[in-house]
Each structure stands twice: as structure tokens, then as C-alpha cells.
């Protein structure tokens, strides 16, 4: 069905990711401004690393059932807000909440959902902080507001998730072991935030004894 619609509007549909690929571009320079302005000026990269996406078909499909959302670009548009995805590797939990600050403060950002997985982990353990805002783009003749998705994370959180969602896509895990699995995942993303404290620790004590 999803292929079906994609050949019947092929060149909306191009046009429309193509939005999303530009709404990428616009956020990822916005964080390398930020972060090029705290080197400058307080001598601190807070970004260790940007990565980008733009969903894939299967997870985009997956969603679209999951939410039984109608086969059409504009409710794809309109209730998948994270088909444009920007993660922010931050290297200190504290550089995350000041960063997101920065960045909601500018006055073309239009914050839609905050979800703080950072205070309130997933039952898996995932942390994260999770934004969708809208960015505009300004096209010849038009202006257009897209949806884009931001997580920033720690290296540890970042760390946790991939190998997470790697080992998570392995083959059939019977019940009972699946369940041994978790709890295992999740201690591991209880001990590494509890690195990711520490480490602010260390940060904030050198901070305050010799400046920032
Ligand atoms: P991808 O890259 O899209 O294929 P909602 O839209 O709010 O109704 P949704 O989309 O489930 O619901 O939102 P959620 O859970 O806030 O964010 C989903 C994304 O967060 C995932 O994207 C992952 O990137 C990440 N995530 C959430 N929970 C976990 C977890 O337990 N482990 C890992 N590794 N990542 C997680 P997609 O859609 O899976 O990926």
C-alpha cells in the first residue's frame, strides 16, 4: 500500500523528503554555529558528534501501521514528526539541558514535544532527551515549516543505544532468556549513567576549582 502511494506520487513524494533532508541541514549547522561560538568562546567543545537520518521506508511503514495513520502524504506529513532525525552527541549530561536551551531559545525554532528520557528513562533503560520542533525552510517562493526530530545524548547514553538496538535486532531469543536479557541491558544503562554522574562530578569539582 505504502509502495503503491510512493509510485502513484512519485515526485511529491521525492519533494517532500527532500524537505525533510533540508530541514536536516538548517538544524545541523544551527548546533555547528553553537558549538563553534563555546569554542570560541569559552574554549569547550559540548558536541562531540552530529549524526543524521531520514527514516527508513520499513520503519516508516512500521509506524504508519502501528499508528494507523491513513495512506497519505499529507497525514504521513502531518503525524510522523520524526521522518527527519538529528542526534547530538553531547559530552556531559549538564551540556545536553544547556545546548537544548540554546537551541529552543532561537527565534525560528518551534518547539512541538519535549520528551525527557533523561529523568524518566524507558523501561529498557534508554536515555535521551527528545525534541520535535519545526524549522523552517524558505523555498523560491514560499516558505514551509518542517518537523524534525532531535535527540541529544551523552557518548554513554549513545554508547547504550547502539549496542542496544544492535543485539536487540538478533535472531528469535525464547521468552525466558529475552527476559534475562533486558534485565541485563538494563543494569548496563544504570551503570553507565552512573559513569555519566561521575564524570559531570569530575567536570563540575574542576570547574569550580579552576575555572571553566
Ligand atoms: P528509526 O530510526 O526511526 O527507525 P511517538 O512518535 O512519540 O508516538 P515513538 O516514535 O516510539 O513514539 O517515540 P520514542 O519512543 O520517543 O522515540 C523513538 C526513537 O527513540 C527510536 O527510533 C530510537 O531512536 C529511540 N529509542 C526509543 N527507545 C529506545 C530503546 O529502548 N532503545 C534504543 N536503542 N533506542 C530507543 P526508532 O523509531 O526505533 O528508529
Redesign the pocket.
Known sequence: EFLELIQKNRKPFDLLMSYYQCAIMEIETKFRVLNQEYSLEYDKNPIEGIKT?I??YD?LVR?IRR?NIPMSLASIEENI??IA?VRVICSFPEDIYELADSFLKQDDIVLIEK?D?IKNP?P???R?L?LIVQVPIFLQKNKKMVNVEV?FRTIAMDFW??L??KL?YKKDIPEDQAQQLQEELLACATQSAQLDERMQEIRNQLVSKFGE
Open positions: 537520518r527514516k527508513s520503519s509506524k499508528k514528526k520524526d532525525g520528551k528520557y524507558k529498557s533503560g534508554y535521551s527528545h535527540q543505544a547502539s542496544e538496538h536487540r
